[in-house]
């Protein structure tokens, strides 16, 4: 019976050594860069400003925007919204090839703007001045500086002299902050992408899944067996390893660490595999074309009569919506740069807040319709859809950042579109550019919640101090299990 009982634990020993040399590898990786993250996260640049240049518009003295579009012979856009440039307002109309800009008061076109306005809000958002400004590049797909996470596309990248080589990434359209990037972050986020997301099989997205998958489940069942072995040689151990060797420390550190193993590594794999589902659904583009007769002097006669912090106008076709945000609503009328958000959540500060409810219309050729929340998701459902349209159950406004609709989402505010689609689908909606700003179903809030707080442990109740002291101690944990497995069986093979 002893001599099965041996055999038994020798075959356990085995399979965890020759697991395990795999999996250290995994281990080290996702151990070291998920300590970085942390440190990462506090190298953000953190931005001089929270909101966007604010400016009241009187649109009962502007230039009328229907006859100006008639004047300039635009027949068709992509959307239209204000923006302030050198202490003027401008109408800023986004065509299919580029944007025009217009003055509010005079209607005369000015040239270059696109650009000045990237370096403007750079510059305001930054602290910096047009003497620091190294290039400016327009940024029309995601890039190693500017990941995917972002969301916002097209941006402009303003790079400046000096501070580890400052870029700021600002989205035009709506005058806001899309991210901060210098030397030290982007090297740091370089080494997070090599380890954790294992950038280096990105050339092949399918090898990339799999070579992760593998070594995940190594790592699962490398702690398994080193549980399993804990405990049948719980009586032979104490007496057959010397206390405090290299040994005693894997056997007496790892079974606590595997605990911590074991969650990281399932979350993580179904972070993995969650993902990819995600990225192979289809993408619902929302960047329509509208008719310029379908703004007619009717409409904006009957809509641009005081004063606004914001005005935009997009569609499709002879369809058009409408979001004016008016300037009684004050300084709190326009969404925080995306960055500041970021920054202010992970410390706990007060996130501004976007208005609760900007004023919506729908307008047609003979129309001019108010629109309430449900109204609005019910009509871009309608000019969405190319299917049968899903009933919508609820329609209420988000704010702020938080629960299943995270800062990693960007955009404010936003609806937030309940639906009786299979697995109660939701769909977060911005009014301001029409864009579908997150579609979530139950799984995809499963997955939300899991990795939120079980893999990277994001409690809200814990300072950021503490969850960032927590959060480097189990990484290096991790890797040091790892190691000492690794050298271990090194050592027994030498």
């Not at 020759?18 to 281990?27: D, F, K, S, T």
């Not at 809000?121 to 972002?150: I, K, M, Q, S």
């Not at 097209?154 to 899309?178: F, I, K, N």
């Not at 076709?317 to 920054?343: D, E, M, R």
Request: charged share 15%.
């Amino acid at each position: 019976m002893a001599i099965k009982s041996s055999s038994l634990k020798n075959r356990w020993l085995f399979w965890h050594q020759w697991i395990g040399v795999i999996a250290c590898i995994g281990m080290m990786l996702w151990g070291l860069s998920g300590a970085s993250h942390p440190i990462m996260s506090r190298l953000q640049p953190a931005p001089k400003q929270f909101m966007p240049p604010l400016a009241a518009v009187d649109l009962s003295s502007a230039v009328s925007l229907p006859a100006l579009l008639q004047q300039q012979a635009i027949t068709q856009f992509q959307h239209i919204s204000l923006v302030h440039l050198d202490s003027q307002a401008y109408y800023r109309i986004a065509l299919p090839t580029a944007a025009r800009y217009f003055s509010v008061k005079t209607g005369v076109e000015r040239t270059g703007a696109e650009q000045a306005l990237a370096v403007s809000l750079a510059n305001y958002y930054t602290g910096r001045n047009a003497a620091a400004v190294a290039a400016v590049t327009p940024v029309t797909r995601f890039e190693p500086d500017y990941h995917p996470v972002n969301r916002l596309l097209p941006v402009w990248r303003v790079t400046y002299r000096g501070d580890h080589s400052l870029r700021a990434y600002v989205d035009t359209e709506q005058s806001r902050l899309a991210t901060l990037v210098d030397d030290r972050r982007a090297f740091l986020t370089k080494v997070f992408q090599f380890g954790h997301n294992w950038s280096f099989l990105q050339s092949c997205s399918t090898l990339q899944l799999a070579i992760a998958t593998f070594v995940l489940v190594l790592i699962i069942a490398s702690a398994i067996t080193g549980v399993i072995l804990y405990i049948r040689q719980r009586k032979t151990a104490p007496y057959r390893l010397k206390r405090w060797g290299v040994q005693w420390w894997h056997r007496e550190f790892g079974v606590w660490v595997s605990l911590l193993i074991l969650l990281l590594a399932s979350t993580g794999l179904f972070h993995l595999w969650m993902s990819d589902i995600q990225q192979r659904r289809p993408i619902l583009h929302t960047a329509l074309m509208s008719d310029s007769a379908a703004l007619t002097t009717a409409a904006w006669s009957q809509l641009a009569t005081g004063q606004v912090l914001k005005l935009d106008i997009y569609g499709g076709g002879a369809t058009l919506f409408w979001q004016i945000i008016p300037a009684s609503v004050g300084a709190q009328g326009l969404p925080a740069a995306q960055v500041a958000a970021q920054h202010q959540h992970d410390h706990h500060a007060a996130i501004p807040h976007a208005p609760t409810a900007p004023v919506l219309w729908l307008t047609g050729l003979h129309t001019v319709t108010a629109l309430t929340p449900e109204a609005y998701a019910s009509a871009w459902l309608t000019l969405m859809a190319k299917k049968t349209q899903p009933a919508i159950e609820s329609v209420q406004w988000v704010t702020s950042f938080a629960n299943e609709y995270g800062f990693i989402f960007k955009r404010l505010p936003v609806l937030k579109v309940q639906t009786t689609q299979a697995q109660h689908a939701r769909f977060y909606l911005e009014p301001a550019t029409g864009a579908l700003a997150a579609s979530i179903d139950d799984s995809d809030g499963l997955e939300g919640f899991i990795f939120a707080y079980l893999h990277k442990w994001s409690f809200q109740f814990v300072s950021k101090d503490v969850r960032d002291l927590m959060a480097v101690l189990a990484a290096l944990a991790v890797s040091l299990t790892g190691a000492l497995g690794a050298y271990l069986f090194a050592k027994k093979r030498s």
